[in-house]
């Protein structure tokens, strides 16, 4: 019951993306009130750093496993009142969270990763690639079960995989669904990694990858060079080849309509082609509101708005 609920609730997810049923609303209140009794998060000292982030796909879940527990109950415990089963279904799936958390804090402990810093720019460890591949074995695990989570364990394997991994199997895992690219573990990513050629390969790696969704909100929080123009360049050439493929299968009216769309978009690329003529590096931060300001007004006046 639990699995086809969740793939019902998937395929909602991929056809009408952002719309939120009444449904999906009480499903993540669920998922908020397991969060807010993972007793992990209210100790300070945690031997498994994980990370407060959102990972949308694991609240569902969370929330939907609430929501069916809640559901049996009602239909076998009729003399229970529904406040009583709401609440034995949510500390249910918290301690199941909490487990799956002890069991994580014995392999760290096990592997002897106590003082372990959750940090991109460094080198893995022999340890640090037994305990990658250990996680990897409980999310398949997880996944065929239906069982949720941690919040933050997508974002720490993902982390151990970008240190243990050689970019083309890291970016083979990503997409098979292996490894799973949150928006926390995407900035840490971005800020800490230096400017190697092979940390540009994967920035640019990553950031193709992106989730729409993702792409904006990590777009919209960047204060800081993504690593150099010829990430940023390199991007918005994939970016605009999708949309030559695109144009080329659009029809002569298709195509005027587009043409206004895309104006800001276009404008960017004729600065940024401007500027690679010119060879300007980039030496500041990158200043996404004022770059999308920028290429409005000038829509704006191009339109005659």
Sequence with gaps: MLGREWEKLRLHKRTEGKRITTYMTTVLEYAEKVFSNFSPWSTEERL??????????????????????????TRHLQCVGKRRIEEIAVDYVSKLLDLTY?????IWKKYNLDSWVFSLG???????????????RMLHAASGMCLPL??????????????????????????QGVLH???????????????????????????????????????QLLDHPVGSTIVVRNYVKLLFNKLRNKWSSMSLMDRS????????????????????????????????????EVALKHTTMLLGL
């Excluded at 992106?210 to 777009?219: I, R, Y």
């Excluded at 206004?260 to 590096?281: A, C, K, N, R």
């Design 181 to 219: 690219l949150t928006e926390m573990c995407v900035l840490k990513l971005l800020k800490e990694l230096d400017n190697t050629e092979m940390n540009k390969k994967l920035k640019l790696g990553i950031l193709t990858r992106l989730s729409e969704a993702t792409g904006n909100k990590v777009g």
């Design 102 to 106: 002890r069991i994580m804090e014995n």
């Design 257 to 292: 309509s587009a043409q206004i769309e895309f104006l800001p978009l276009s404008y960017l690329v004729t600065i940024l082609t401007e500027v690679d003529h010119q060879g300007w590096v980039a030496s500041g931060a990158v200043d996404v509101r004022l770059v999308e």
């Design 150 to 175: 941690p919040p933050g364990f997508r974002t720490l394997q993902t982390g151990l995989g970008v240190r243990c991994l050689p970019l083309c199997t890291l970016l083979l895992y990503i997409d």
């Design 122 to 136: 460094r080198r893995s460890t022999s340890n640090e690639i037994l305990v990658f591949h250990f996680m990897c």
């Design 48 to 73: 498994v750093p994980l990370f407060q982030d959102e990972d949308y796909e694991q609240q569902l879940l969370t929330g939907l496993m609430v929501a069916q527990l809640k559901d049996h109950l």
